[in-house]
């Protein structure tokens, strides 16, 4: 990994795997690493911007888009989300809207990631919580 293509995280796909959709398997990179918080669906003031799924989803992404920035790096650094979801019936009735948000605010990346349910968060008003790890070349 000395060339700058392979400066970015790279999916890792054994021969003979399926091509995972909408995520990776395994990340493989070199560099600095930012480790991002689980992160609701706040604003920076800390205000709910809803109630509503997706909506809370696409605050996550574009608050880890915001700390992916300011630490000079970008949704293509990202090697691992881990995705924190209180109902996994109301995930799955919003893969549409999820899917939607995650291209225009992440774009085509997709990291290694896991979806989990959860019994509660721990502010009653989340609907979900992402924590992230990037690599920085």
């Avoid at 992440?106 to 509660?120: D, F, L, N, Q």
Wanted: glycine share 8%; aromatic share 8%; proline share 7%.
């Amino acid at each position: 990994m000395t060339d700058a293509s392979h400066s970015l995280p790279q999916p890792v796909l054994p021969e003979g795997w399926p091509r995972p959709k909408g995520y990776a398997n395994a990340m493989l990179a070199q560099g600095r690493m930012l480790f991002i918080a689980g992160l609701i669906g706040t604003r920076p003031d800390g205000t709910f911007v809803s109630d509503d799924f997706v909506e809370q989803f696409a605050q996550i992404l574009r608050n880890t888009r915001a700390l992916l920035e300011e630490a000079g790096a970008g949704p293509e650094h990202l090697a691992r989300m881990t995705w924190y979801v209180t109902d996994k019936k109301q995930y799955i009735a919003n893969l549409a809207g999820v899917g939607a948000a995650y291209r225009e605010i992440i774009g085509p990346h997709y990291p290694a990631m896991a979806v989990v349910e959860v019994s509660a968060l721990v502010e009653d008003r989340a609907r979900v919580e992402i924590e992230s790890t990037a690599i920085l070349p």
